[in-house]
């Protein structure tokens, strides 16, 4: 059995804090499950009556928690700067099938977006704030924030047999206790629904369907000049060339392949295809992780209702 450490997002050690990474996989959609389970301050919800957060809500969870974060800290002495919130279109998480035109046209697969959030880290504030304060203060602070190197730990079991730690504690606790209501709770049902990829996915990838939609997307790329075998060969294209050019014609060459790869998966309905495959494929899963595909998505559903208390949408 393997044994990992999962960081709680990045702290202001590291960068401000992401607590809800996208879970990039083989089709476009993170899947998870429902329940009725309540918690205090929800009302009950019928078993399968909860739809999937869309990624504003997600994001709005994140948003939250950082502003939990930021009154708490505020409450020790310190002060805390607030993760930037790009707009809702440039927090997009594109999955394996990207379908917007739109978007493509306007930013590709993105590589500006992502040197954007770059800068951004290596600009967060708050890390020249603890740097500047003194070892003894500095360590007040890391306790404050996250409960330092004495904070609880905590485990979960993956999937695959490997278990994941980390350590859960001070302000970054408190805000999670707050959001998720039992964050422990939360943690090891969300590592269960985020990490079943390798379940799922080889099968989606084999599936008659799947392929024959990927076929068809295959054939239109070449049609339009792109002989790519699958959207992530084309994307990883794309990437190898923005790292070795940002020039505007390097970025105008990544707008039109992902203007063509858009194109062609919505022609060959290749994401509608996945999505629907993807659901069939982890409905087979139920039967052994359906309890915890049901707490992951009843405890975020309970976490957007209280985020949307706190903070206002992206726009």
Not at 141 to 166: F, K
Not at 214 to 229: F, I, K, Q, T
Request: glycine content about 8%.
């Amino acid at each position: 059995m393997g044994r990992t450490y999962d960081s709680p997002g990045s702290t202001a050690r590291g960068g401000a804090r992401a607590m809800l990474a996208a879970v990039v996989a083989a089709v476009a959609v993170m899947v998870t499950g429902c329940s009725g389970a309540t918690s205090r301050d929800t009302a009950p919800v019928p078993a399968g009556a909860l739809r999937p957060l869309t990624e504003a809500e997600q994001l709005r969870i994140a948003d939250a928690e950082q502003r939990l974060i930021k009154q708490c800290l505020n409450r020790h002495g310190f002060t805390y700067w607030e993760a930037e919130r790009p707009s809702l279109a440039e927090s997009r998480t594109l999955g394996y099938v990207a379908d917007d035109v739109a978007w493509a046209r306007t930013y590709g697969y993105g590589s500006r977006i992502a040197a954007k959030e770059d800068r951004a880290r290596l600009a967060n504030p708050n890390l020249a704030y603890r740097k500047d304060l003194s070892a003894e203060r500095r360590k007040v602070y890391d306790d404050a924030l996250d409960g330092g190197i004495d904070a609880t730990e905590i485990t979960a079991e993956l999937p695959n047999g490997a278990t994941v730690r980390r350590r859960m504690g001070g302000c970054v606790a408190e805000a999670e206790q707050r959001l998720y209501g039992d964050p422990t709770a939360w943690f090891r049902a969300r590592k269960t629904a985020s990490n079943l990829q390798p379940l799922y996915v080889p099968e989606v990838m084999r599936d008659k369907r799947f392929v024959a939609a990927l076929g068809v997307w295959s054939a239109c790329m070449r049609r339009a000049g792109h002989p790519y075998e699958d959207p992530g060969a084309a994307r990883r294209a794309a990437r190898e060339q923005a790292l070795r050019s940002t020039s505007d014609a390097t970025f105008a060459a990544e707008r039109r392949l992902a203007v063509a790869d858009a194109t062609c998966a919505r022609g060959a309905s290749l994401a509608a295809i996945g999505k629907e495959r993807e659901a069939h494929y982890v409905n087979a899963l139920r039967g052994r992780y359906g309890q915890a595909l049901d707490t992951s998505r009843r405890i975020e559903r309970e976490a957007y209702v209280r985020a949307a208390r706190l903070v206002g949408p992206r726009t």
